[in-house]
């Protein structure tokens, strides 16, 4: 079966810092992959997917960046990190279009 | 601009009732929609999906109901129980495989 992995959990840091978050998806290949931003008590809002390694769409102008070194790999980075940046972030992956999205546990980042 | 919304932002019912989560979508061209319930510090997890085609969709005590005419998208629990305490989202289908949130309902189950 299909598993998706996040890590940290957690994570505190500095304003200014840098971030590198992963997202690791098991037992399927060529997955759509997509980072959202959850805001406390908020829907979710998509910031970047990709459908293929290399491949990397932006849905909203902001402080972070996405890269998809391998196929199952999807990495969430930032070089300055500001307070705004503070939220809950979910990685979720899918086998195609008309599919349902699966979501990893999340990462809470606090700015401080 | 193209949204989904929720007309319930808390929903409060006795254990043993059934419950019904309404979501409303302005885009008459989405194709495809998803429930997905949010427990506290988790990420979403997928209960049940329907495509345009259908107006009605059964699972595990979930139905999903919907309304192309009005635009209109229902999750109705069978027996809710308190372990179906969470947060729901309807997402709506929107440009290839990207998909559009709705806020949110709280559903508490009293015991």
């Known amino acids: 079966s299909q598993t998706i992995h996040q890590w940290p959990a957690t994570l505190v840091q500095p304003v200014g810092s840098p971030l590198s978050l992963e997202c690791t998806v098991e037992g399927t290949s060529n997955p759509n992959l997509y980072w959202y931003r959850q805001a406390a008590g908020r829907g979710l809002q998509l910031l970047f997917y990709?459908?293929?390694?290399?491949?990397i769409s932006s849905e909203v102008p902001q402080n972070l960046s996405a890269s998809r070194p391998q196929d199952r790999q999807f990495i969430l980075s930032s070089k300055k990190l500001l307070l705004s940046d503070s939220g809950f972030y979910l990685c979720a992956w899918s086998v195609q279009d008309n599919q349902p999205q699966h979501f990893g546990d999340g990462t809470r980042l606090s700015i401080l | 601009g193209e949204s989904v919304g929720l007309h319930l932002p808390t929903l409060s019912v006795q254990e043993g009732d059934n419950s019904i989560i309404n979501c409303a979508y302005s885009n008459s061209a989405s194709d495809y929609f998803i429930w997905y319930k949010q427990e506290s510090g988790k990420g979403p997890q997928f209960i049940i999906d329907?495509?345009?085609?259908?107006d009605k969709r059964q699972g595990q005590r979930v139905t999903v109901l919907l309304n192309k005419t009005v635009k209109h998208l229902s999750l109705q629990i069978a027996a809710t129980q308190p372990g179906d305490s969470a947060v729901y989202f309807c997402?709506?289908?929107?440009?290839?495989?990207?998909?559009?949130f709705g806020a949110g309902t709280i559903l508490r189950v009293k015991s």
């Open positions: 329907i495509r345009s085609n259908m």
């Open positions: 997402a709506e289908k929107k440009d290839g495989n990207k998909l559009v």
């Open positions: 990709s459908v293929g390694i290399g491949q």
